[in-house]
C-alpha cells in the first residue's frame, strides 16, 4: 500500500516536471525566466507547485512544493488579510517546512485542483496570447472560436477574468468567473485568460493541458495575424456547437488524452 502511493507521488512528480519544462521550453518562449507555474493534484489533501523565483525550462524536483489545501482555501472566502497574512499561509501551508516558499499564484492552483476531473494545471505568460489580452479585444478572444481545433483543445468558450492584482484577489476573481462558466456550460472549463498577465490551462493529463496552451497561443497568432487583414472571422455558435458534440471529435480527443 505504502510502495503504491510512493510511486503514485514519483510518477506526478515526473510528469509535473515534465509538463513544466514544456511550458518553459526556450524553442517556444511561452514563459521566460521566471515567470508562469504549475501543478498537481497529489493526495486528497495536498498537490504539488512551482515554488516562487523558478524556472519553468529548468524546473527540478527542489524547486515543487508539496502543500496543504486546507491551509491556502480558506483564504479564499476571506475580504481584505494583509500580504503579510497571505505570505504567512503561503509558509505554513507547506508539508516540508525546509521546502522553498511556493508561488503566490499557489492560491488559484489549489482552488482550480479542487474541480471534478482537474489533475494537473499549466500557467504561462505567452506572447500571442498575451498580444491579444493587452488589447481592447482580450474578452472577445475568449468567447469566440477562429477554427475547428482550437475548440477540441480549448472548449466552445474560455473563462474571461478582467485585470486583477495577482495573489489572493486574483484567485478569488477566478473562482467567480470560472464558477460563473460551470453554470453555464455544466463542466470546467480548459482555458481561463487573465486580462493584460497571461494564460491558465487545467485538465485531467499533462497532454490536455499542453495542448490547451499550444493551441490557444496558435489561436491568438492567428487572431494578430487576421486583424492584420480586418478580420478575424469567427466560426458561429451553431458550429461551435456542432464540433464540440462530434462523435469523431470526441474520439480523437481520447487518443489525444484531452
Ligand atoms: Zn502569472
Not at 480558506?74 to 504567512?88: A, F, N, R, W
Not at 497532454?207 to 466560426?235: N, Q, T, Y
Amino acid at each position: 500500500m505504502k510502495k503504491t502511493l510512493t510511486n503514485e507521488r514519483k510518477e506526478r512528480l515526473a510528469a509535473l516536471l515534465q509538463l513544466s519544462h514544456e511550458l518553459g521550453n526556450p524553442a517556444r518562449p511561452l514563459s521566460i525566466l521566471g515567470e508562469g507555474n504549475t501543478s498537481t493534484r497529489l493526495t486528497h489533501e495536498t498537490f504539488l507547485v512551482k515554488a516562487s523565483g523558478s524556472s519553468l525550462g529548468s524546473l527540478g524536483k527542489q524547486d515543487v512544493v508539496e502543500c496543504k489545501a486546507g491551509v491556502l482555501l480558506p483564504l479564499l472566502d476571506k475580504t481584505g488579510p494583509s500580504d503579510k497574512e497571505v505570505d504567512g499561509a503561503l509558509m505554513e501551508s507547506r508539508v516540508d517546512a525546509g521546502a522553498k516558499k511556493p508561488s503566490v499564484e499557489a492560491l488559484f492552483h489549489a482552488w482550480l485542483l479542487t474541480l471534478p476531473g482537474i489533475e494537473f494545471v499549466g500557467h504561462t505568460h505567452a506572447p500571442s496570447v498575451n498580444g491579444v489580452l493587452c488589447s481592447p479585444r482580450a474578452r472577445e478572444f475568449a468567447e469566440k472560436r477562429v477554427f475547428p481545433d482550437e475548440i477540441v483543445c480549448c472548449d466552445v468558450e474560455s473563462v474571461f477574468v478582467p485585470y486583477t492584482d495577482p495573489g489572493l484577489r486574483l484567485a478569488q476573481v477566478i473562482r467567480e468567473e470560472t464558477e460563473a462558466f460551470i453554470r453555464k456550460h455544466g463542466r470546467p472549463p480548459r482555458v481561463v485568460l487573465l486580462e493584460s498577465h497571461g494564460i491558465i490551462t487545467i485538465g485531467r493529463t499533462t497532454e490536455a493541458v499542453l495542448a490547451a496552451m499550444l493551441m490557444a497561443e496558435k489561436a491568438a497568432a492567428i487572431w494578430l495575424g487576421a486583424a492584420a487583414l480586418g478580420g478575424p472571422s469567427f466560426l458561429t455558435e451553431e458550429t461551435k456547437a456542432r464540433i464540440a458534440n462530434r462523435p469523431d471529435e470526441a474520439v480523437r480527443r481520447n487518443a489525444l488524452k484531452l
